[in-house]
T-cell receptor
Framework: DAKTTQPTSMDCAEGRAANLPCNHS???????VYWYRQIHSQGPQYIIH???NNETNEMASLIITEDRKSSTLILPHATLRDTAVYYC???????????FGAGTTVTVRA | DTGVSQDPRHKITKRGQNVTFRCDPI?????LYWYRQTLGQGPEFLTY????????KSRLLSDRFSAERPKGSFSTLEIQRTEQGDSAMYLC????????????FGPGTRLLVL
Protein backbone atom coordinates (compact mmCIF):
# COMPACT_ATOMS: atom_id res chain seq x y z
CA ASP A 1 0.00 0.00 0.00
CA ALA A 2 1.31 3.43 -0.95
CA LYS A 3 2.18 5.50 2.08
CA THR A 4 2.81 8.67 0.08
CA THR A 5 0.93 10.68 -2.52
CA GLN A 6 2.75 12.79 -5.09
CA PRO A 7 1.61 14.66 -8.19
CA THR A 8 2.17 12.67 -11.35
CA SER A 9 4.16 15.39 -13.08
CA MET A 10 5.28 18.97 -12.89
CA ASP A 11 7.24 21.43 -14.94
CA CYS A 12 9.60 24.10 -13.69
CA ALA A 13 11.76 26.76 -15.26
CA GLU A 14 15.51 26.52 -15.34
CA GLY A 15 17.11 28.67 -12.67
CA ARG A 16 13.96 28.85 -10.56
CA ALA A 17 13.24 26.93 -7.38
CA ALA A 18 11.35 23.68 -7.81
CA ASN A 19 8.98 22.77 -4.96
CA LEU A 20 7.92 19.12 -4.96
CA PRO A 21 5.05 18.23 -2.60
CA CYS A 22 4.42 14.90 -0.91
CA ASN A 23 1.54 13.84 1.32
CA HIS A 24 2.09 11.16 3.95
CA SER A 25 -0.91 11.61 6.21
CA UNK A 26 -0.60 8.19 7.89
CA UNK A 27 3.07 8.57 8.84
CA UNK A 28 4.06 7.09 12.19
CA UNK A 29 6.38 8.56 14.80
CA UNK A 30 9.30 6.31 13.88
CA UNK A 31 9.03 6.80 10.14
CA UNK A 32 11.47 8.91 8.18
CA VAL A 33 10.78 10.74 4.94
CA TYR A 34 13.29 9.96 2.19
CA TRP A 35 13.65 11.51 -1.23
CA TYR A 36 15.33 9.82 -4.17
CA ARG A 37 15.43 10.74 -7.81
CA GLN A 38 15.97 8.68 -10.93
CA ILE A 39 17.33 10.15 -14.10
CA HIS A 40 16.35 8.22 -17.19
CA SER A 41 17.95 4.76 -17.38
CA GLN A 42 20.05 5.27 -14.26
CA GLY A 43 19.75 3.90 -10.73
CA PRO A 44 17.94 5.94 -8.08
CA GLN A 45 20.01 8.66 -6.45
CA TYR A 46 19.63 9.54 -2.78
CA ILE A 47 18.78 13.20 -2.21
CA ILE A 48 17.88 13.81 1.42
CA HIS A 49 15.91 12.47 4.37
CA UNK A 50 14.39 13.74 7.60
CA UNK A 51 12.29 12.82 10.61
CA UNK A 52 10.66 16.03 11.81
CA ASN A 53 13.14 18.85 11.46
CA ASN A 54 13.82 20.61 8.21
CA GLU A 55 16.98 19.42 6.52
CA THR A 56 19.32 20.93 3.95
CA ASN A 57 22.26 19.54 2.05
CA GLU A 58 24.16 20.45 -1.09
CA MET A 59 21.43 19.09 -3.32
CA ALA A 60 18.16 20.20 -1.77
CA SER A 61 16.12 21.25 1.24
CA LEU A 62 13.41 19.18 2.90
CA ILE A 63 10.60 20.97 4.68
CA ILE A 64 8.39 18.78 6.88
CA THR A 65 5.17 20.20 8.30
CA GLU A 66 4.78 20.31 12.05
CA ASP A 67 2.16 17.55 12.03
CA ARG A 68 4.47 15.54 9.70
CA LYS A 69 1.60 14.74 7.36
CA SER A 70 3.26 16.34 4.38
CA SER A 71 6.62 17.54 3.15
CA THR A 72 8.17 19.56 0.34
CA LEU A 73 11.44 18.95 -1.43
CA ILE A 74 13.00 22.15 -2.67
CA LEU A 75 15.56 22.27 -5.45
CA PRO A 76 16.80 25.86 -5.04
CA HIS A 77 17.99 26.54 -8.58
CA ALA A 78 16.72 23.91 -10.98
CA THR A 79 18.90 22.99 -13.94
CA LEU A 80 18.14 20.89 -16.99
CA ARG A 81 20.06 18.06 -15.31
CA ASP A 82 17.46 17.96 -12.55
CA THR A 83 14.91 16.53 -14.99
CA ALA A 84 14.06 13.17 -13.40
CA VAL A 85 11.45 11.13 -11.56
CA TYR A 86 11.41 12.14 -7.89
CA TYR A 87 10.30 9.62 -5.29
CA CYS A 88 9.07 10.48 -1.80
CA UNK A 89 9.33 7.43 0.47
CA UNK A 90 8.32 6.84 4.07
CA UNK A 91 10.46 4.28 5.87
CA UNK A 92 10.30 3.12 9.46
CA UNK A 93 13.53 3.18 11.44
CA UNK A 94 13.31 -0.60 11.95
CA UNK A 95 12.45 -1.36 8.33
CA UNK A 96 15.07 -2.13 5.74
CA UNK A 97 13.41 -1.89 2.39
CA UNK A 98 12.35 1.16 0.44
CA UNK A 99 8.83 1.12 -0.97
CA PHE A 100 8.76 3.25 -4.09
CA GLY A 101 5.55 4.65 -5.53
CA ALA A 102 5.17 6.11 -9.00
CA GLY A 103 6.93 9.36 -8.09
CA THR A 104 6.69 12.78 -9.73
CA THR A 105 8.12 13.29 -13.18
CA VAL A 106 9.81 16.67 -13.06
CA THR A 107 10.72 18.39 -16.30
CA VAL A 108 12.97 21.42 -16.12
CA ARG A 109 12.51 23.68 -19.14
CA ALA A 110 14.96 26.24 -20.48
CA ASP B 1 34.71 5.88 -7.97
CA THR B 2 33.73 3.81 -4.93
CA GLY B 3 30.00 3.56 -5.56
CA VAL B 4 27.90 0.46 -6.12
CA SER B 5 28.78 -1.31 -9.34
CA GLN B 6 26.77 -3.83 -11.32
CA ASP B 7 27.72 -6.13 -14.14
CA PRO B 8 26.65 -6.50 -16.86
CA ARG B 9 24.85 -3.26 -17.57
CA HIS B 10 22.76 -4.86 -20.31
CA LYS B 11 21.81 -8.46 -21.02
CA ILE B 12 19.76 -9.88 -23.88
CA THR B 13 18.83 -13.54 -23.60
CA LYS B 14 16.43 -16.02 -25.08
CA ARG B 15 13.51 -17.39 -23.14
CA GLY B 16 14.50 -20.44 -21.13
CA GLN B 17 18.14 -19.45 -20.66
CA ASN B 18 19.75 -18.81 -17.28
CA VAL B 19 21.31 -15.44 -16.47
CA THR B 20 23.46 -14.22 -13.59
CA PHE B 21 24.04 -10.66 -12.47
CA ARG B 22 26.71 -9.37 -10.13
CA CYS B 23 26.65 -6.50 -7.65
CA ASP B 24 29.65 -5.03 -5.85
CA PRO B 25 28.53 -2.85 -2.94
CA ILE B 26 30.33 0.07 -1.35
CA UNK B 27 33.18 -1.56 0.55
CA UNK B 28 32.21 -0.85 4.17
CA UNK B 29 28.49 -1.51 3.68
CA UNK B 30 27.19 -4.66 5.33
CA UNK B 31 23.67 -4.54 3.88
CA LEU B 32 22.88 -5.32 0.28
CA TYR B 33 19.53 -5.15 -1.48
CA TRP B 34 18.14 -6.24 -4.83
CA TYR B 35 15.21 -4.46 -6.47
CA ARG B 36 13.44 -4.90 -9.79
CA GLN B 37 12.00 -2.12 -11.89
CA THR B 38 9.69 -2.56 -14.86
CA LEU B 39 8.96 0.16 -17.37
CA GLY B 40 7.02 3.09 -15.92
CA GLN B 41 7.05 1.75 -12.39
CA GLY B 42 9.11 2.48 -9.30
CA PRO B 43 11.63 -0.11 -8.08
CA GLU B 44 10.23 -3.08 -6.13
CA PHE B 45 12.09 -4.83 -3.34
CA LEU B 46 13.25 -8.38 -4.07
CA THR B 47 15.64 -9.45 -1.32
CA TYR B 48 18.06 -8.25 1.34
CA UNK B 49 21.33 -9.43 2.86
CA UNK B 50 22.94 -8.54 6.17
CA UNK B 51 26.54 -9.59 5.58
CA UNK B 52 26.25 -13.08 4.03
CA UNK B 53 22.83 -13.87 5.51
CA UNK B 54 19.77 -13.49 3.29
CA UNK B 55 17.21 -12.15 5.74
CA UNK B 56 14.18 -11.41 3.61
CA LYS B 57 12.75 -12.41 0.25
CA SER B 58 9.81 -10.77 -1.42
CA ARG B 59 6.99 -12.88 -2.81
CA LEU B 60 8.09 -11.42 -6.17
CA LEU B 61 11.15 -13.65 -5.93
CA SER B 62 9.88 -16.89 -7.46
CA ASP B 63 11.74 -20.17 -7.10
CA ARG B 64 13.47 -19.45 -10.41
CA PHE B 65 15.34 -16.63 -8.71
CA SER B 66 18.24 -17.15 -6.35
CA ALA B 67 20.56 -14.64 -4.74
CA GLU B 68 23.78 -15.19 -2.87
CA ARG B 69 26.33 -13.16 -1.02
CA PRO B 70 28.89 -15.81 -0.16
CA LYS B 71 31.51 -13.81 1.71
CA GLY B 72 29.46 -10.82 2.69
CA SER B 73 30.95 -8.75 -0.09
CA PHE B 74 29.67 -9.02 -3.67
CA SER B 75 26.33 -10.58 -4.48
CA THR B 76 24.92 -12.49 -7.43
CA LEU B 77 21.33 -12.76 -8.62
CA GLU B 78 20.55 -15.73 -10.86
CA ILE B 79 17.39 -16.21 -12.87
CA GLN B 80 16.81 -19.71 -14.18
CA ARG B 81 14.62 -20.56 -17.17
CA THR B 82 14.01 -16.90 -17.98
CA GLU B 83 10.57 -15.77 -19.12
CA GLN B 84 9.60 -12.68 -21.09
CA GLY B 85 8.03 -11.29 -17.93
CA ASP B 86 11.47 -11.21 -16.33
CA SER B 87 12.45 -8.34 -18.63
CA ALA B 88 13.22 -5.45 -16.31
CA MET B 89 15.95 -3.36 -14.74
CA TYR B 90 17.57 -5.16 -11.81
CA LEU B 91 18.95 -2.73 -9.25
CA CYS B 92 21.35 -3.35 -6.42
CA UNK B 93 21.77 -1.07 -3.41
CA UNK B 94 23.95 -1.12 -0.32
CA UNK B 95 23.95 0.56 3.08
CA UNK B 96 25.69 0.61 6.43
CA UNK B 97 22.47 -0.11 8.28
CA UNK B 98 21.20 1.79 11.33
CA UNK B 99 17.99 3.66 12.06
CA UNK B 100 18.77 6.37 9.51
CA UNK B 101 20.39 4.15 6.95
CA UNK B 102 20.75 5.45 3.45
CA UNK B 103 20.71 3.04 0.56
CA UNK B 104 22.96 3.84 -2.38
CA PHE B 105 22.02 2.33 -5.72
CA GLY B 106 24.07 1.00 -8.55
CA PRO B 107 23.40 1.76 -12.22
CA GLY B 108 21.33 -1.38 -12.70
CA THR B 109 21.36 -4.30 -15.13
CA ARG B 110 18.79 -4.08 -17.87
CA LEU B 111 17.53 -7.52 -18.90
CA LEU B 112 15.62 -8.22 -22.09
CA VAL B 113 14.22 -11.71 -22.58
CA LEU B 114 13.30 -12.50 -26.18
Amino acid sequence: DAKTTQPTSMDCAEGRAANLPCNHSTISGNEYVYWYRQIHSQGPQYIIHGLKNNETNEMASLIITEDRKSSTLILPHATLRDTAVYYCIVRASNDYKLSFGAGTTVTVRA
Amino acid sequence: DTGVSQDPRHKITKRGQNVTFRCDPISEHNRLYWYRQTLGQGPEFLTYFQNEAQLEKSRLLSDRFSAERPKGSFSTLEIQRTEQGDSAMYLCASSKGGTQETQYFGPGTRLLVL
